[in-house]
Each structure stands twice: as C-alpha cells, then as structure tokens.
C-alpha cells in the first residue's frame, strides 16, 4: 500500500506525518487548530498537506467529532471554535488527489495501542483526556465505530449531574470535569484563570485548590474506566492526550481506582505511542481498509 501521510486533528493542535511502510513517522509537523470556522480549517489542513501530497500513496485521518460518511460532525462544537459540521473529505480530497480514509481520534489511536497488544488482550479501552474526552474501544478484537460512527464517545456519559454544562448539551458529562478546557475552566473564579498545564504545574508545587481539580478530573476517569468495564468485561485501559499523559496524572487515576471495589479495577497503562497514537492508527487503520 506504500506511504501513507496521516493527520490528527484535534481541538487545540493538527499532527501530521508520513507514515513509512515499517510504520515509522517521518516529517512530522503540527500547527494549532484554527478557530475561526470551515475557510481557516481548510486553509489550515491544506498547509499541512499540499508540500507532501506526492510523497503519499494515500491519506489517513484521525479527527475529533463523528465521522461519517465523510463529514465531521461535532458533538461538543466548543471544542472546535463553533464549528458544528465539516465536510472533511471532500476537502481533503481538493487539496490532494489520493484515496482518503476517515476515522474519529479516539477510535484511531485505540486501534493504534491495540496493535501492540493483539497477543495478549481481545477487549481494551483508549481514554483521551485533552481538549475533550475522547475514547476507542477493541471488542472481542474488534475496533467498534458504530453504524454512525459514533461509538466510543465516551466523554459523553454521565460524571455528575449536578455538574458543569457540556457543550454537547447535556449537565455533567465526563469531558465536562474532566478534561483539558474543565480544568481551566474550574479556574475562571481565580484571580489569575490558568490553562490545564499551568493548573498541572501549580498542583506538583503544592496548592491545593491546583490539587483538587487534578484530582476531580482523575477520579472522573477512573470512574469511566470502571463504568466501561462493568459494562464490556475489559482487559486494559489505555490512557492518552496532554492530560492523560501529564507527570502524576496516571498515578492519580490508579490511586482513585483503588479506592474501588477490585471488580472495577481495570488495569490502566499510558499511551505507547504517546502523543502519535492517533497518527499511527489513522495511517494503520487506512491501510488495513483500502
Ligand atoms: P488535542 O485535544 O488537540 O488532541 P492535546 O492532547 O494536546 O490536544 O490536549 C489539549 C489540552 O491539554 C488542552 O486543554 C491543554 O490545556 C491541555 N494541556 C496541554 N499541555 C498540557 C500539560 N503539559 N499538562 C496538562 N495539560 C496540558
Ligand atoms: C469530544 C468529541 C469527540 C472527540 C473528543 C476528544 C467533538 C468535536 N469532539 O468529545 O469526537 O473524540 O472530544 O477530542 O465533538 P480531542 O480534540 O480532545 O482530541
Ligand atoms: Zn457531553
């Protein structure tokens, strides 16, 4: 099948790279996503794509929002600046003349994070905790997408429902507490508002307000990964995004599931890949399909 040029489109940054046969990832850029609506989004993947289009066999895309046939669709827009709905292929394919294939991110770097796995587990979760929560699930070894591409979404059940608003519409879901834009968002009352990672770094140096919403998020997680393995009898959990991957924040999720009864206590590990899973699955999930 060749190379393939991948993308990763999330709600603060695009990833891009070409994907060689071996699976290693070469000219890998990023930008930040725009905000400003459909014109600034193209515009902003035609940059990433147009100088490599002739280096690629085909296009493989991880994107936050539904995908289904061939349009983005978000459930949470506020993650995307407004944007509601993109008709994702379709542009890709005015900007590069190549077989494309789409796939939510959090689905994508399930399936990435599974590869390594295949031997040894039939049924893991992938929790993204960034811009939203996002996630992937491998049943019975098989990557679930859903008739509307919608499985998976699991940002989208219920934390709290006295909780914050969520922008998909509902009160208290878990993206909503625990995400990248809840925990600065939980910060709007401070005199000094901070983003995620500036909330990261205060908590490692011992405020506590920093502290409590580092650890309201991460016993939100463990929380989703016990509702997921009671409902699916799963092996692993992967976790990845800025915040997922953020120093201490895998130790908290442990620690609020040990607080748990032991049946609700899923094993949990940090992304492989890191912060290319989505990448990779894209390119590897593409593949497998065209
Ligand atoms: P995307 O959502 O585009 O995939 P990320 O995985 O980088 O991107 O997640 C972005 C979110 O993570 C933002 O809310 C940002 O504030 C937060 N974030 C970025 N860097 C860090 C960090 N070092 N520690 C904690 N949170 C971070
Ligand atoms: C939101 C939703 C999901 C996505 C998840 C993580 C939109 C635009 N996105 O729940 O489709 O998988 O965020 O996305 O509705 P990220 O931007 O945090 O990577
Ligand atoms: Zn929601």
Redesign the pocket.
């Known amino acids: 099948m060749g190379r393939g040029l991948a993308l990763d489109i999330?709600?603060?940054?695009i990833a891009s790279a070409i994907v060689t046969d071996e699976g290693a990832l070469i000219q890998r850029q990023q930008i930040a996503?725009p905000r400003g609506g459909t014109q600034q989004l193209s515009a902003a993947l035609a940059t990433l794509i147009a100088p490599y289009r002739h280096q690629a066999d085909f296009i493989g895309v991880a994107s936050?929002g539904i995908i289904d046939k061939g349009r983005l669709t978000a459930l949470n827009p506020a993650n995307l600046g407004g944007l509601a709905d993109f008709p994702l292929q379709d542009c890709l394919q005015s900007i590069a003349d190549l077989p494309c294939v789409l796939l939510n991110?959090g689905q994508a770097a399930a399936w990435a994070e599974y590869q390594p796995l295949k031997e040894s587990s039939d049924s893991i979760v992938f929790v993204?905790v960034?811009?939203?929560v996002g996630g992937g699930i491998i049943l019975n070894k098989k990557l679930l997408v859903g008739n509307g591409g919608l499985a998976g979404h699991i940002g989208h059940t219920l934390s709290d429902p006295l909780g914050p608003w969520c922008g998909c519409g509902r009160r208290g879901c878990v993206e909503s507490v625990a995400?990248?834009?809840a925990i600065?968002a939980a910060t709007q009352e401070w005199t000094q508002p901070a983003?995620?990672?500036t909330v990261?770094a205060l908590a490692r140096d011992g405020d506590t307000q920093a502290q409590a919403i580092v650890q309201r998020s991460a016993t939100a997680i463990a929380h989703l990964l016990a509702d997921m393995t009671i409902a699916l009898d799963l092996e692993t959990a992967i976790l990845g995004?800025?915040?997922g991957l953020?120093a201490g924040y895998l130790e908290q999720v442990i620690h609020a599931q040990s607080l748990l009864p032991a049946i609700y206590r899923l094993p949990v590990r940090a992304a492989y890949h890191r912060?290319d899973s989505g990448l990779l699955g894209a390119a590897l999930w593409a593949r497998a399909t065209l």
């Not at 999330?10 to 940054?13: D, N, Q």
């Open positions: 999330g709600g603060t940054k996503t936050t991110d993204t960034s811009t939203g995400s990248g834009t600065g983003p995620a990672a990261f995004g800025s915040v953020a912060q």
